[in-house]
């Protein structure tokens, strides 16, 4: 829930400036909450008090203990949720509106459109899955790169990095070996058949998935790409 307006503008211990607003909310131990976009846009947020856990559109999961400062805007997120025993308590600073300092000959531009669309994740890679006949085939990026591996079943291992989850093995027996990237789209069926008027070939059809549905394409290159569409 959100804390009411006379809660103290303080930020990590430290008094807020006033050009500043500050939006308190709390997340009751066991408790989430629903990711959304739009809520955290142009806001530094700090987690005053308890455990953190963020849940990806993927599965994937991290926790931020007190102290910890995020910039929630704009990522592939399900949920916010209270992982400890007391309450996560997240203070978000942001600039009051029509206080932004523009110098002498500077340009601005202003974009009309809702937070939420000017952040959207459209167009950008959220996802990978690397496709391989081997299970272990993950050590590789292991020893390299420093990747975390996590078993996931028998034929998959989610891959982390300092940032958390952003990739899948996928040990499915096929011939040929293959990274393939997901691209988040507004419509899928939409740009699944744009790209096939633009050369694509298809490699699977628009398929339900955890999260949203997804197609698999063969672009005019000859690489594979994914189109996903997040559900809702």
């Known amino acids: 829930m959100d804390e009411p307006s006379g809660t103290p503008s303080t930020f990590l211990g430290g008094q807020v400036p006033l050009a500043f607003r500050v939006r308190v909310v709390t997340v009751a131990p066991g408790e989430e909450r629903a990711y959304d976009d739009a809520e955290w846009c142009d806001s530094i947020v700090a987690v005053e008090r308890g455990e953190l856990e963020l849940e990806c559109t993927s599965g994937g999961r991290r926790r931020f203990e007190s102290g910890s400062v995020l910039w929630l805007c704009g990522l592939s997120l399900r949920a916010l949720r209270s992982a400890g025993r007391e309450s996560v308590l997240l203070v978000a600073v942001s600039r009051e509106r029509g206080d932004e300092f523009v110098p002498s000959g500077v340009s ?70 293959a990274w393939v990237p997901y691209v988040q789209v507004d419509d899928l069926h939409g740009a699944h058949t744009k790209a096939l008027e633009l050369g694509a070939t298809v490699l699977r059809e628009p398929t339900p998935g955890p999260e949203g549905d997804y197609s698999w394409i063969r672009d005019t290159g000859g690489a594979p790409l994914a189109l996903w569409q997040r559900r809702g």
Not at 119 to 125: C, D, E, N, P, S
Not at 141 to 169: I, R
Not at 170 to 176: L, P, R, S, T, Y
């Open 108 to 177: 601005v531009r202003l974009d009309k459109r809702s937070p939420k669309e000017a952040h959207a994740m459209t167009g950008t890679f959220v996802w990978f899955d690397l496709h391989s006949r081997k299970p272990d085939a993950g050590d590789f990026y292991a020893q390299l790169l420093g990747w975390n591996l996590e078993p996931k079943g028998d034929s998959h291992v989610m891959m982390s990095g300092a940032n958390g989850p952003f990739a899948m093995l996928v040990a499915d027996g096929q011939d040929e070996a």
